[in-house]
């Protein structure tokens, strides 16, 4: 028990929220101020990165002046280390960091879920030999791991995915265990397991719904270092490839010419910046509110 | 890895503290084993031809040829493993492919550089957050701690290339340039005379785990504050600044070690992109280089290095813990 409790969440939701608890969760959430300025900021850079390609003057990789060329006519923002168009390739730039992160945090997630339910739910040896595997993985820091992926195989961008996926997979898996482990004692799970109801149904519908809130929170804080981690290792030249337009590429191409011309860096580190900022900021205000429902409902 | 602790804990109650600290070691050396079967399977015992992998497809059969033998991939894959395993633990980390000279002599500056980076941003942040933490508490729910709130969490979201870069812009290139933006050392002079140049690279890393430590002792000091002893301390007239730092403080640390342990763990995968950022001579940017060179020599050593110092630090959380908590430590004996 004491492994189990040191880990565990308080058991979330009492049973009159049982029907809809994400649903309670997202409304307690959303009145706190900082999840609002959390969604405001990610709503904004989300459709900056989705509407920016189709706005953007010029085509990312066209040159259009001298090599870092300050703001003027033409170029808003001036150029970059080749003379490309800043505002154009910040505004193509977004996409490739968001979708990268959105689909390691989503592969880690499931794949962190699918570890935590089977090793809370088994109860036997297979508790044990999956969360000492998850112990291994995290040995390593986070971009250690990645970066010894890339090492061998090369900076391709699905490998980018699977390694941030692959260490966003322990965390998960122990913090939705540390929650299912208490549901799956309860009776109404006992009750299901007499009805000789399928195990994967029995975790996906009774165990799972009574977890969503900690998984949302945890989802929360993984993306904002997935957003983190995908940014910073094509800042270090293993993501997307030149001459494409990448925010962390960016950053390390221009960074050269930051006495010159500051926006090719300025313009992506502060996006990169109030992405994490308000990703985490939703991810507190959901913290937060899961933390109000798990004390039996009080504010 | 409190859960760890606490597994170990119970059961290591019938021989009491020591075995505990013997459980946690032996376990922390599993650990480091089974890390470098992971290290070893990822970059060298991959199915197909790993020197072909690594040389790209151009690769003359020759340069292939002798690879294939520095690599002993010519022998079985457990007989690669052990013997690559076994000169790792006599101290013979491998022959770089790039550099062309053993990748000892080849880290063994960027080792000391780092070691330096790491203890001066330990020594910077760990009392820098004990501060602000205490602080906090002794003003919560005042306009410092509001502050202190929105600060620790924003900082924590940042990743920490984002900061690096931000003090670039602030100190070292566009706002002001009263800081070295890159940290030049050179390989024969020792680390402690540049320390200018190691002042952005130190507050990087010190940005990176103030917040998580502030939180904690924040949280830990308004549990102490709150506490009958030093309410005591409080009505035999002591004044208040004597009870916060005399009485509160040494109890309110406690709990944060673990944290703090955690924290320079953390920095071990810090230095990697910080490192790079300021082009600092340690292990962090020579691990960068050596991915992108793939020069597999050097970065099974250096992964190695990165996850030992992780996992020992990791150790050392837990074994403090146990420690520094009364309540934990009773229950052993």
Avoid: C
């Avoid at chain 2, 690559?84 to 000391?112: C, D, M, Q, R, Y």
């Amino acid at each position: 028990m004491s492994g189990a409790a040191a880990t565990a969440v308080e058991a979330p939701v009492a049973a009159p929220a049982r029907h809809r608890p994400l649903v309670v969760l997202l409304r307690r959430a959303w009145r706190q101020p900082r999840t609002k300025v959390g969604v405001v900021v990610v709503v904004l850079l989300v459709g900056t990165a989705l509407i920016g390609p189709l706005v953007a003057p010029h085509d990312p990789a066209a040159f259009v002046g001298a090599p870092y060329s300050h703001p003027g006519s033409g170029h808003l923002l001036g150029t970059d280390n080749l003379g490309r168009d800043v505002l154009s390739r910040f505004l193509w730039g977004g996409l490739s960091i968001l979708g990268l992160a959105a689909a390691a945090t989503a592969i880690g997630l499931t794949l962190g879920l699918t570890v935590g339910l089977i090793a809370a739910y088994s109860r036997s040896w297979l508790d044990d030999a999956l969360m000492r595997t998850m112990d291994v993985i995290l040995a390593f820091p986070a971009i250690v791991l990645a970066l010894v992926a890339i090492a061998t195989v090369g900076p391709k961008l699905w490998l980018l995915v699977l390694a941030v996926a692959l260490t966003t997979l322990p965390r998960v898996a122990r913090v939705s265990r540390g929650a299912a482990v208490e549901v799956v004692e309860r009776d109404f799970v006992q009750a299901a397991e007499a009805l000789g109801v399928s195990r994967v149904r029995l975790l996906a519908s009774e165990v799972l719904p009574n977890i969503t809130s900690t998984v949302m929170v945890e989802a929360s804080l993984r993306l904002t270092y997935a957003v983190g981690l995908i940014a910073g290792l094509s800042f270090l030249g293993f993501g997307e490839q030149p001459p494409a337009a990448d925010w962390g590429l960016m950053i390390n191409e221009n960074r050269q010419g930051l006495t010159v011309q500051p926006w090719g860096v300025v313009l992506p580190v502060i996006a990169i910046a109030l992405l994490t900022i308000g990703t985490s900021l939703i991810g507190d205000g959901l913290a937060r509110a899961s933390a109000g429902i798990d004390r039996g409902g009080g504010e | 890895m409190s859960a760890i602790a606490a597994r170990a804990a119970a059961v290591a109650r019938p021989r009491g503290i020591w075995g505990f600290i013997l459980r946690r070691i032996l376990l922390g050396l599993v650990t480091l084993f089974l890390v470098s079967i992971v290290i070893f399977a990822a970059t060298q015992a991959l199915p197909g031809d790993a020197a072909r992998a690594i040389l790209g497809r151009n690769a003359t059969p020759q340069s292939l040829a002798t690879l294939r033998k520095q690599l002993n991939l010519d022998r079985p894959v457990l007989d690669q493993y052990f013997s690559w395993l076994g000169n790792f633990l006599s101290g013979n980390l491998g022959h770089s492919l790039v550099a062309n000279e053993p990748v000892t002599s080849l880290i063994g500056k960027a080792v000391e550089n780092s070691a330096f980076l790491m203890l001066l941003a330990g020594l910077v942040s760990v009392p820098l957050a004990i501060l602000v933490g205490s602080v906090a508490a002794r003003r919560r729910d005042r306009a410092f701690d509001h502050a202190t709130s929105i600060g620790t969490l924003t900082l924590a979201a940042l990743p920490e290339f984002v900061t690096a870069i931000a003090l670039v812009v602030l100190f070292g290139t566009t706002v002001s340039r009263i800081l070295p933006a890159v940290s030049l050392i050179p390989p024969d002079s020792p680390p402690w005379d540049h320390l200018e140049e190691l002042i952005l690279p130190v507050a990087a890393l010190t940005l990176a785990v103030v917040p998580y430590i502030t939180r904690i002792m924040r949280a830990s000091m308004i549990e102490v504050l709150e506490s009958d002893y030093v309410e005591m301390a409080r009505l035999k007239g002591l004044d208040e600044r004597t009870v916060l730092w005399r009485h509160a403080l040494p109890n309110g640390i406690a709990p944060t070690i673990q944290v703090i342990a955690l924290n320079l763990a953390y920095l071990a995968g810090g230095i990697v992109v910080v490192e790079f950022v300021f082009g600092y001579p340690g292990i962090g940017a020579e691990f960068v280089g050596a991915v992108s060179n793939r020069d597999v020599p050097t970065v099974q050593a250096l992964a190695m290095l990165i996850a030992a110092t992780y996992v020992v630090l990791n150790v050392f959380a837990d074994v403090a813990t146990i420690l520094v908590s009364p309540r934990l430590r009773t229950s052993l004996q």
